[in-house]
């Protein structure tokens, strides 16, 4: 509990520093369309991927505790169904769906994070919805159920796009659930190409967990070793990784014909993967764990982003200030130059002859005046107009690119910069700039590292539970050290299902 309460603090102080910090300056600058904490202001979110049938429904209505979600052998499902929370109903009630809201409503009310699918089009708008359940699962994340991966439709068909909106949903989601079932294990195109171009692409690693799902399918143990073995081969293809990605192997006890306590035909194999269906429910409930990460990420990649598009745009301001600095200097002295050429000019030609000296001095300084209205209006217009170009042109100038992150944080706001000088002309308040960057920076060096901090913290905190619960697991002989743990009268089959290891 007390963990639970530190992650949701943990979670609303990095929304608001967001919100307070970097948000009204991400919209100024046109760095963000909607404020910055839209896509990590609502709840942690679990996305469920995979060809169609291989059991994403079922599993999301197991988590769930009820039949949410429509399920069947064919291709069942063609939306994309947002499953969230409803606190108001109490979880005492029947499971039940309470609240549904359409595609249109999702996309436009601000609550949520996705007005950025808008762009997907109406047809999408059509096969996006939202269900609100009273399941404690929800309690801390919401599910996003997909529809199936297959080979035969095409995007044309489907008349959206599909793997843009896989992608966009896979950058908002905390964790990504990539399901296959023993049928298909050899994975579809569809599959493929949505795993390789988009996730591995647009999310960390560690954010997707591969399900091999209904392996009640398979006959035995060895054919589950063989459907195992041919789904690693291809899963080292599409994440062009050497070492194997860990697979959860699952199936539903629902849907399934056959008990994992059966003992007498070749399924024993299932009971002995019972932890693994427990680790993947916990591994799905760690999503707001997940989320804290994010979010650290989120704070350091944008307050670094915005951090180089000030420090760019102050660092064409004071190089600007040093060009004009030393071009009105040189106007200056040309000015001198030309006001003592005037004053001598006259005196020796005897134009001046019956001047005093004051008159002739002022005169002088009249010159060098006159001059320097010119130097402004003329050349230093021109020359300025060519610095503007010159630095457009070399824009990559304005900052030290010098490590690897520097220049993939300034890809990403370059094209920023640029169109922000070709407006102003670099004429901006500078002032209010400075003051930004103070901000901005400040959330770069000392809220990341607080967060980082917090992170550890709460890593600390698991570890020590962690170690509690096994202390408290460990049998009772272990804490008397000189006795010995009493002996077997006969050999255990470990894999012997009896009445106290049925689950
Ligand atoms: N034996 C067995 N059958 C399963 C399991 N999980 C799902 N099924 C069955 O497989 C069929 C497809 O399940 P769904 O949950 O609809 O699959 P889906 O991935 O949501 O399919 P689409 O939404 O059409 O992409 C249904 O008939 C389920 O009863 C399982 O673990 N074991
Ligand atoms: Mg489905």
């Not at 009630?93 to 109406?122: C, M, V």
């Not at 996730?199 to 997707?208: G, L, Q």
């Not at 993947?280 to 951090?307: C, G, I, S, W, Y």
Request: charged share 25%; hydrophobic share 35%.
């Amino acid at each position: 509990m007390y963990q639970e309460n530190y992650i949701n603090s943990l979670r609303a102080e990095m929304v608001s520093m967001v919100e307070t910090q970097l948000s009204g300056i991400a919209q100024e600058y046109g760095y963000s369309d909607v404020p910055l904490e839209t896509t990590i202001k609502w709840r942690p979110m679990v996305l469920v991927l995979g060809n169609y049938s291989s059991g994403k429904s079922t599993l999301i209505n197991e988590f769930l505790g009820a039949d949410i979600q429509a399920i069947g052998q064919a291709p069942t499902d063609d939306s994309f169904t947002i499953i969230t929370y409803d606190g108001t109903v109490p979880d005492t009630e029947a499971i039940r769906i309470t609240e549904q809201r359409d595609g249109k409503f999702l996309l436009n009310d601000p609550e949520y994070p996705f007005e950025i699918l808008k762009k997907h089009g109406q047809r999408f708008a059509a096969h996006f919805r939202l269900k609100k359940v009273n399941s404690p699962f929800l309690k801390n994340l919401a599910l996003i159920d997909t529809p199936g991966m297959l080979d035969s439709i095409t995007e044309r068909d489907r008349g959206y796009n599909y793997q843009e909106i896989i992608g966009d949903l896979a950058h908002l989601a905390d964790l990504v659930l990539v399901l296959f079932d023993p049928h298909k294990a050899g994975t579809v195109r569809e599959a493929h190409t949505s795993i390789r171009e988009t996730i591995a692409k647009r999310t960390y690693e560690d954010r997707v967990l591969y399900i091999l799902n209904r392996i009640d399918e398979c006959a035995s143990l060895g054919d589950l070793l063989q459907v195992y073995g041919t789904l690693c081969w291809n899963l080292s293809q599409i994440t062009g990784r050497k070492d194997i990605p860990p697979i959860h192997l699952t199936y539903s006890s629902r849907a399934s014909q056959r008990q994992a306590s059966q003992d007498n035909g070749n399924y024993k194999f299932l009971y002995l993967l019972e932890n693994q269906r427990k680790q993947l429910k916990d591994a799905v409930l760690q999503a707001p764990r997940h989320r804290l990460d994010n979010m650290a990420t989120f704070v350091e990649t944008h307050a670094e982003r915005l951090n180089h598009f000030l420090e760019a745009i102050l660092s064409y301001r004071s190089r600007l200030r040093r060009f004009r600095f030393k071009f009105g200097l040189l106007g200056f002295v040309l000015g001198l130059f030309a006001g003592g050429l005037a004053v001598f000019g006259g005196l020796s030609t005897g134009i001046l002859g019956g001047l005093t000296h004051p008159v002739t001095l002022t005169g002088g300084v009249g010159v060098v005046i006159l001059f320097m209205i010119f130097w402004m209006m003329m050349p230093m217009r021109y020359i300025h107009s060519a610095f503007h170009r010159n630095y457009l042109k070399n824009i990559d100038q304005l900052i030290p690119l010098d490590t690897q992150t520097r220049r993939d944080s300034w890809q990403a706001v370059r094209d920023l910069v640029y169109t922000y000088l070709q407006k102003s002309k670099g004429r901006f308040p500078l002032y209010k700039v400075k003051e930004e960057y103070t901000k901005v920076n400040r959330v770069y060096e000392e809220g990341s590292r607080e967060i980082r901090r917090a992170l550890n913290e709460l890593a600390g905190i698991e570890q020590n539970r962690e170690s509690i619960i096994e202390d408290s697991s460990k049998p009772l002989y272990y804490y008397q050290a000189e006795e010995e743990p009493p002996e077997p009268d006969t050999f255990d089959d470990p894999y012997a299902i009896t009445e106290s290891t049925k689950f």
